[in-house]
């Protein structure tokens, strides 16, 4: 996704993969009713477009902040960051840790697409 900023602007670039990764994450459930296949699929398009944004994100924020002091705006953004992914655990944690609710991933997939 980094690369892709030389030719697609940045407020063009991150709406369309993250309206791509909710729709996806909106469809996993129903997907892997259907297919396993479609389900490892699309784990691994959800694995590469929620990860773009660590490469896009500093990019655009040091060409932003174009300042000494644009490496503390960088930290912050890592820092929300790893708030984000400590909330994901506690999610995963509480959700996912119910056996015996059969609609545990809808439940999962809902919270994490919204």
């Known amino acids: 996704a980094g690369a892709l ?3 697609i602007r940045f407020s063009r670039l991150m709406p369309v993969i993250a ?8 469809s996993i459930f129903f997907i892997a009713q259907t ?3 479609g389900l ?4 691994w398009i959800i694995y590469a477009l929620s990860f773009a944004h660590f490469s896009t994100v500093p990019a ?3 060409s932003l902040f174009k300042s000494v002091h644009s490496s503390v705006v960088v930290g912050t953004i890592g820092l ?3 708030f984000s992914y400590a909330t994901l655990g506690v ?18 997939f809902l919270t994490l697409s919204s």
């Open 5 to 7: 900023l030389d030719r």
């Open 19 to 26: 309206a791509l990764l909710t729709f996806i994450l909106l």
């Open 35 to 37: 297919s396993f296949i």
């Open 40 to 43: 490892i699929i699309s784990t």
């Open 60 to 62: 655009q924020t040091i």
């Open 80 to 82: 929300s960051d790893s």
């Open 91 to 108: 999610i995963n944690k509480f959700i996912m840790s119910r056996d015996e609710d059969p609609k545990m991933f809808l439940w999962f």
